[in-house]
């Protein structure tokens, strides 16, 4: 008896074992038959880009990956689809800037990755616009080497901007940058700015001070505890004239027609600096100052919550209607851009002082469990992905596409603010760097968070396309 026990327990056994290898075959096939069907893809060039597919949008598309299918927001996440792989050709230049661009490679480079084709809007603000405002600083610099001039001649601005763009668009980036990033031909001229030579610029400007305060700046101490800014600062008002106006006591009435002098003026500085400092050490100076002037406002487009505040009015508990408005509306902002935490910060108080404006005195933050990444662009439709203050360069690999760094910190509650009014906002206060991690005991409650399953993405490629468009 004992003995067939055991055999019938030994085929018990092996059948099981059959049983899980049969599955694993048949799954490893399907996955073989997947891979067969998912051969590389010929890529064409901007001008010959087919339509969008006419295929599902869960199945492989024979298209060239750098088209963007021109679908709309499903009610799930789509899964990932195949990497984006830049789309390279031989730019068509003018001939007519005399600028050897082989000596910005590097930058020319990096910009084209920053602003890639499907990316370049969402990452605009935070990425893509400050490296290639730092390009056209150092292309300044560049310009200028052995001559006396700090900036483009008028007559090659034209020229060299649309260069520049050839250049880029032809290494994958999006030519529509001048538009996202609200660039011109006149940014590299100078513009009215008084002084354009190195001569009068270096009698007018105390340059040691300048090059020691921006010569090396500390990314964690720039933005709350400037030493580089207020001197650039200094310059361009020296060589404005605007700082002898002020002098002068005459008044502030006329200063308004001064500040875009004062703009032109300090591009004019960021082109000496670009001409002191190597390529790279100026790339990373003017990366920094631009992160910190991006982190100073809220980039969302918020309008008038009216329908938050009707919902919202009176509650002073949990509320499924105040939430799901709330909900609603921050879903409508959150596909605009991808921001960093501090902007998250930034905006998360403004809209409460709306809402504070609007007669909603309870803290809808943590009765709906609202965090700061929820106020970001949202990965596979259900994780938002913060940027850090800094926002790294984005990286191209052969296999995975486009990917960018999320912030591991951005779980944390949407701060609500003390009153309506964001005089007192200040995110270098000792006691406010960033809110201490939540501890609501409202998880439960149907807030943006969902099911409330902690999700954390270091890299978050670019293969979902739903996140792109809206």
């Not at 890639?116 to 290639?132: D, K």
């Not at 994958?172 to 590299?188: D, E, Q």
Request: proline share 8%; with cysteine.
């Amino acid at each position: 008896m004992d003995c067939v026990t055991t055999a019938t327990r030994l085929k018990g056994y092996w059948f099981h074992c059959l049983l899980h290898l049969t599955i694993w075959l048949y799954s490893f096939n399907n996955v073989l038959s997947l891979e067969s069907l998912s051969e590389p893809i010929r890529i064409y060039s901007a001008p010959n880009l087919a339509s969008p597919p006419k295929s599902g949008i869960f199945e492989p598309i024979e298209i060239s990956p750098t088209v963007i299918p021109h679908y709309s927001f499903p009610v799930n996440s789509l899964p990932p689809m195949y990497p984006t792989h830049p789309s390279t050709y031989d730019p068509v230049l003018t001939g007519r800037c005399p600028v050897n661009f082989s000596a910005v490679s590097s930058v020319l480079e990096r910009t084209a990755s920053d602003c890639n084709q499907p990316l370049a809007a969402v990452v605009g603000n935070v990425i893509c616009c400050p490296q290639f405002s730092s390009l056209l600083h150092i292309f300044q610099g560049l310009y200028s080497t052995g001559s006396d001039n700090l900036v483009l001649q008028t007559a090659h601005a034209d020229d060299c901007f649309k260069d520049i763009v050839s250049i880029l668009a032809s290494r994958g980036a999006n030519s529509s940058i001048p538009f996202i990033c609200s660039a011109k031909s006149t940014n590299l001229t100078g513009g009215s700015c008084p002084v354009k030579d190195m001569d009068t610029f270096e009698k007018t400007v105390n340059t040691s001070k300048l090059l020691e305060a921006c010569g090396t700046i500390d990314p964690l101490k720039e933005c709350c505890r400037p030493s580089c800014q207020p001197v650039i600062m200094e310059a361009a008002l020296k060589i404005s004239g605007v700082q002898s106006y002020l002098n002068d006591d005459k008044g502030t009435g006329g200063i308004s027609t001064h500040v875009d002098v004062i703009s032109d003026c300090k591009g004019v500085v960021f082109s000496w600096i670009s001409k002191k400092l190597p390529i790279d050490s100026a790339n990373k100076a003017f990366r920094i100052l631009s992160a910190c002037k991006v982190n100073k406002a809220c980039p969302l487009d918020l309008k008038p919550p009216s329908e938050v505040i009707d919902a919202c009015h009176n509650v002073a508990a949990p509320s499924p209607s105040c939430c799901s408005s709330l909900n609603n509306y921050i879903a409508s902002i959150q596909r605009q851009m991808l921001i960093t935490n501090r902007q998250a910060i930034m905006c998360a108080t403004m809209f409460g002082s709306m809402l504070q404006k609007g007669g909603v005195i309870t803290n809808v933050y943590e009765l709906c469990d609202v965090d700061i990444k929820d106020f970001s662009l949202q990965a596979y439709g259900q994780e938002g992905c913060l940027l850090p203050s800094l926002p790294a360069d984005m990286v191209y690999d052969n296999s995975t596409g486009f990917s960018f760094t999320c912030d591991l910190s951005d779980n944390i509650a949407a701060p609500w603010p003390s009153s309506s009014s964001m005089t007192s906002m200040s995110l270098c206060a000792p006691e406010m760097s960033l809110p201490a991690l939540p501890t609501s005991q409202n998880s439960g409650n149907p807030g943006c968070r969902g099911g409330g399953v902690d999700f954390f993405v270091p890299i978050l490629s670019i293969f979902v396309f739903n996140i792109l468009l809206f």
